[in-house]
């Protein structure tokens, strides 16, 4: 199935809207477009061949929030939260002629929360030899937290970057709840447990 067939397309407004959540949206734009259920049926299809080709399907939603990351930085420095795609894009054209390299990456809608903040697990390797691969992991991990509070629509670095160089900058870091904002993997694992 590839397109969807109808006289009424040409008449496409130019400006749709931008999310169709249900039933009563879908029935508004079949007034205008024409052939709702071939419109249906070409969105579910769809949506299945998604499900089929991308296995981290299920966590994507309409909650997009993106880090804009520059490549050769460390602790933090330079990183940007931003709420849409589209606005990630207008920064990067903001840096047309930087030669800098940029990484650009889709934070988890639906991230596992512990104490109801975001972390992260920090785990060193050291990496041998090339042919054959040898990589070996140090036994500890350790996990880092950030000191406000998990708001999934929050855009704030507080909010969505643990790095430890970024946390303590803030003024409730010495009072948080979680010593340090750390636990070693020992800690995460007896949490994990209860």
Same mark, same amino acid.
């Given at each position: 199935?590839?397109?969807?067939?109808?006289?009424?397309?040409?008449?496409? *407004?130019?400006? *749709?809207?931008?999310?169709?959540? !249900?039933?009563? +949206?879908?029935?508004?734009?079949?007034?205008?477009?024409?052939? @709702?259920?071939? &419109?249906?049926?070409?969105? /579910?299809? $769809?949506?299945?061949? $998604?499900?089929?080709? @991308?296995?981290?399907?299920?966590?994507?939603? #309409?909650?997009? $929030?993106?880090? &804009?990351?520059?490549?050769?930085?460390?602790?933090?420095?330079?990183?940007?939260?931003?709420?849409?795609? +589209?606005?990630?894009?207008?920064?990067?054209?903001?840096?047309?002629?930087? #030669?800098?390299?940029?990484?650009?990456?889709?934070?988890?809608?639906?991230? &596992?929360?512990?104490?109801?903040?975001?972390?992260?697990?920090?785990?060193?390797?050291? /990496? #041998?030899?090339?042919? *054959?691969?040898?990589?070996?992991?140090?036994?500890?991990?350790?996990?880092?937290?950030?000191?406000?509070?998990?708001?999934?629509?929050?855009?704030?670095?507080?909010?969505?970057?643990?790095?430890?160089?970024?946390?303590?900058?803030?003024?409730?870091?010495?009072?948080?709840?979680?010593? !340090?904002?750390?636990?070693?993997?020992? =800690?995460?694992?007896?949490? $994990? =447990?209860?």
């Amino acid at each position: 199935m590839g397109s969807i067939k109808s006289s009424k397309m040409a008449s496409t *407004p130019k400006a *749709p809207p931008k999310y169709v959540y !249900g039933l009563s +949206e879908f029935k508004e734009i079949e007034n205008k477009l024409g052939n @709702f259920q071939a &419109l249906h049926d070409y969105v /579910v299809e $769809l949506c299945n061949r $998604l499900k089929e080709r @991308f296995t981290q399907y299920k966590m994507n939603g #309409t909650e997009n $929030l993106w880090l &804009l990351k520059p490549g050769s930085s460390s602790r933090g420095r330079g990183i940007k939260v931003y709420k849409t795609y +589209e606005k990630v894009l207008n920064r990067i054209k903001l840096l047309k002629g930087n #030669t800098r390299l940029w990484v650009v990456q889709k934070c988890i809608e639906n991230p &596992l929360i512990v104490e109801n903040r975001k972390f992260d697990i920090r785990q060193w390797v050291l /990496v #041998t030899d090339w042919n *054959p691969l040898t990589v070996w992991c140090y036994k500890e991990s350790y996990v880092r937290f950030c000191v406000q509070e998990y708001d999934p629509k929050g855009d704030s670095r507080k909010n969505h970057l643990t790095n430890n160089s970024v946390q303590k900058k803030y003024a409730d870091f010495a009072d948080a709840e979680i010593d !340090g904002n750390m636990w070693s993997s020992t =800690e995460f694992a007896d949490h $994990l =447990e209860e």
